[in-house]
Each structure stands twice: as structure tokens, then as C-alpha cells.
């Protein structure tokens, strides 16, 4: 990647720096020529340091190094977006991010879902909460229900309404989601798994 670093203000390129497995954003800060070098030739990311005037690996003072996996240069390449994988917290204030945000994984929609469930099992009244009532049946009957949704999408699977077969599919990932809480585990607990098995 070649960075025309003449034709950018002072010489420095923002770099934003985003986790590469959980995809937050972590912090911000500018490069130089040489810093940009440093930081691929190491593959440490290494920003130049406006207020002390010299390059500045992150983690040289901390271990919270950010281990580069990928640069990229936006389309009018004068922003640089850099995935890595961070050793430690990267805020200096010891947060895991620079907006002092938790850098855990979000699946965006099913992460929500998931938030609701734990809310009604925790907040709702089992009489006006379909999922608070199934747990209040206990594990057995949520593990049932699992079974069936999962009979019901192998039966629509082999048939050819789809609309009939997404329902269903709904239904077993909602109702697997719930099970997986009532085991005290969330979904990135199975992703890890799958993570683990990966060659």
C-alpha cells in the first residue's frame, strides 16, 4: 500500500483501529511515514505521538500491545483502518476501549434478543411473559420446546414453503437462545467452541 503522506495535513494519517475478532472500535491516532513503517515491519501498531513529537508503540510502557492483522486505506486514502488483536485493555485510563466501553462481541440484533430474554427472566411477570412462564416451568420444558421447534424446521425443510420453513427456523433459534440461558450460557459461549475447532 503506498500512503502519499506528503499531501496530507502535517504528514499524518488517522488511523482508527478496530478489534479484528469482535470488530469494536478500540481508539484512534495518526501516523507518520515512519511510524506507518514501524508498524508493518513490527507488527505492532505505532502511531506518532503528537504531544510527546516521537513514534509511539502502543504498549511500550503498558504490554497492551495491538497486534496487527490487517491495514486497509479508505477510498480517498487519507484514513487508515487497522483490525488487530489487542493484548489487554487499550485505553490508558484501563478501559477496553477509548469510549470506556466493554469490547465484547455484539451480534447486534440476537445480542438484543438475548438482552430481552435475560430481562424477562429476571423483571417479568411469568403471567404476562410467555418467555418468564416457560422458565418458570423449569429446564426440562424449555429443552422440550427446543425439541420441538427442532422436529417442526426438519418437517418444513422438506417441504417447499419457505415462508412456513423461516417461521419455524425462528422459532428454534429463539427458543435455543432461551436454553442456552437457563444452562447459564450465551450464544458467544458456542461460538467459542466453533472458534476452537477451527483449522
Same mark, same amino acid.
Request: with cysteine; glycine share 6%.
Given at each position: 500500500?503506498?500512503?502519499?503522506?506528503?499531501?496530507?495535513?502535517?504528514?499524518?494519517? /488517522?488511523?482508527?483501529?478496530?478489534?479484528?475478532?469482535? +470488530?469494536?472500535?478500540?481508539? *484512534?491516532?495518526?501516523? @507518520?511515514?515512519?511510524?506507518? +513503517?514501524?508498524?508493518?515491519?513490527? &507488527?505492532? #501498531?505505532?502511531?506518532?505521538?503528537?504531544?510527546?513529537?516521537?513514534? !509511539?508503540?502502543?504498549?511500550?510502557?503498558? &504490554?497492551?500491545?495491538?497486534? #496487527?492483522?490487517?491495514?486497509?486505506?479508505?477510498?480517498?486514502?487519507?484514513? *487508515?483502518?487497522?483490525?488487530?488483536?489487542?493484548?489487554? /485493555?487499550?485505553?490508558?485510563?484501563?478501559?477496553?476501549?477509548? !469510549?470506556?466501553? /466493554? =469490547?465484547?462481541?455484539?451480534?447486534?440484533?440476537?445480542?438484543?434478543?438475548?438482552?430481552?430474554?435475560?430481562?424477562?427472566?429476571?423483571?417479568?411477570?411469568?403471567?404476562?411473559?410467555?418467555?418468564?412462564? $416457560?422458565?418458570?416451568?423449569?429446564? @426440562?420444558?424449555?429443552?422440550? +420446546?427446543? &425439541?420441538?421447534?427442532? #422436529?417442526?424446521? #426438519?418437517?418444513?425443510?422438506?417441504? =417447499?414453503?419457505?415462508?412456513? %420453513? $423461516?417461521?419455524?427456523?425462528?422459532?428454534? *433459534?429463539?427458543?435455543?437462545?432461551?436454553?442456552?440461558?437457563?444452562?447459564? %450460557?450465551? $450464544? =458467544?459461549?458456542?461460538?467459542?467452541? $466453533?472458534?476452537?475447532?477451527? +483449522?
Amino acid at each position: 500500500m503506498n500512503i502519499d503522506f506528503s499531501r496530507l495535513a502535517h504528514g499524518l494519517i /488517522p488511523a482508527i483501529i478496530q478489534d479484528s475478532e469482535t +470488530k469494536n472500535v478500540l481508539m *484512534l491516532g495518526y501516523m @507518520n511515514k515512519e511510524s506507518y +513503517k514501524k508498524t508493518v515491519e513490527t &507488527g505492532k #501498531v505505532t502511531f506518532f505521538s503528537r504531544s510527546k513529537q516521537r513514534l !509511539w508503540t502502543k504498549g511500550e510502557e503498558s &504490554g497492551n500491545f495491538l497486534n #496487527v492483522v490487517s491495514i486497509k486505506n479508505d477510498c480517498d486514502e487519507d484514513t *487508515l483502518l487497522i483490525q488487530a488483536k489487542p493484548v489487554g /485493555p487499550t485505553c490508558h485510563t484501563g478501559a477496553d476501549t477509548c !469510549w470506556q466501553e /466493554p =469490547n465484547k462481541a455484539n451480534y447486534g440484533f440476537i445480542s438484543d434478543l438475548e438482552a430481552t430474554i435475560q430481562s424477562r427472566i429476571e423483571n417479568a411477570d411469568s403471567e404476562k411473559s410467555y418467555v418468564a412462564s $416457560l422458565f418458570a416451568k423449569g429446564i @426440562n420444558k424449555v429443552a422440550q +420446546k427446543v &425439541g420441538e421447534e427442532a #422436529v417442526e424446521v #426438519v418437517i418444513e425443510a422438506k417441504d =417447499n414453503n419457505d415462508e412456513l %420453513f $423461516l417461521s419455524e427456523s425462528a422459532d428454534l *433459534l429463539f427458543h435455543y437462545l432461551m436454553l442456552l440461558q437457563a444452562k447459564g %450460557f450465551k $450464544l =458467544n459461549d458456542v461460538i467459542d467452541v $466453533l472458534k476452537s475447532r477451527q +483449522k
